[in-house]
């Protein structure tokens, strides 16, 4: 079936560094990709999309290309805050589930930034 | 609030005993999920329901997780005679469904309960 890795965590980094978390799935059909982020005691929140290969999802100065060649929707950010320390869960939603798009989630990925 | 809620938030059980978890969607929202997040994973699907149609319930573990949404509004997820692997946060998900193949709808997630059995 269908299924989704993302790299272990914890990811620690530095204020203003790089932030890559792999992400790579499977899939039978033409997914749609996801990138969420659970901040402390809070909910899943969406971060960004993408819906077809080669489509890239940006937010809050996150972005995630849809690498359909390589099955892989890595998550990038240029200079991290203090503030992006969270969980970030990579999902699937199969847009042949007849009208509904049940979510299928990486295992997630804590960062955590430091000053 | 204008957001999913869930009750309650924490929830302590002796093995064995019977639990209700409620999910109090977005108004309006047609579609409502639930999904299991186990410690450490991430979520896991459940079930789902359209209005008060439970269309997928493919992803309860045993027959002794049951759910309901008898108005199209309100959920709740009860789970009979508590086991210890059925510690996990359960989290409700609700999204506006608009027909047509190929759109995404965005789910919004409610903030869980942790469930722990003892």
């Known amino acids: 079936g269908d299924s989704v890795t993302q790299m272990e965590g914890p990811v620690t980094l530095s204020e203003e560094a790089f932030l890559t978390i792999n992400c790579t799935y499977t899939?039978?059909?033409?997914?749609?990709l996801f990138w969420y982020v659970q901040y402390p005691g809070e909910g899943l929140q969406l971060l960004l999309k993408?819906?077809?290969?080669?489509d890239k999802g940006s937010n809050k100065g996150f972005e995630a290309t849809y690498r359909k060649e390589t099955t892989s929707f890595h998550l990038e950010k240029g200079s991290v805050q203090v503030s992006d320390s969270a969980v970030y869960f990579c999902?699937?939603?199969?847009?042949?589930?007849?009208?509904?798009?049940?979510?299928?989630f990486g295992a997630g990925t804590r960062l955590a930034v430091h000053p | 609030g204008a957001g999913v809620s869930q009750s309650p938030r924490y929830k302590v059980a002796k093995r064995g005993q019977d639990v209700a978890l409620r999910c109090d969607p977005i108004s309006g929202h047609v579609s409502l999920f639930w999904y299991q997040q186990a410690l450490g994973q991430g979520p896991e699907f459940l079930t789902y329901?359209?209005?008060?149609?439970?269309?997928?319930k493919s992803g309860l573990p045993s027959d002794r997780f049951f759910a309901e949404r008898p108005e199209g509004s309100v959920s709740t997820l009860k789970i009979q005679r508590t086991q210890q692997e059925d510690s996990a946060v359960y989290l409700c998900a609700s999204s506006i469904r608009t027909s047509g193949r190929g759109l995404y709808n965005e789910q919004f997630f409610g903030p869980g309960t942790r469930l722990t059995v003892l």
């Open positions: 899939a039978t059909g033409y997914p749609s």
């Open positions: 993408a819906t077809k290969a080669d």
């Open positions: 999902a699937l939603s199969d847009r042949g589930s007849g009208g509904y798009n049940k979510l299928i």
């Open positions: 329901f359209q209005n008060e149609a439970q269309l997928d």
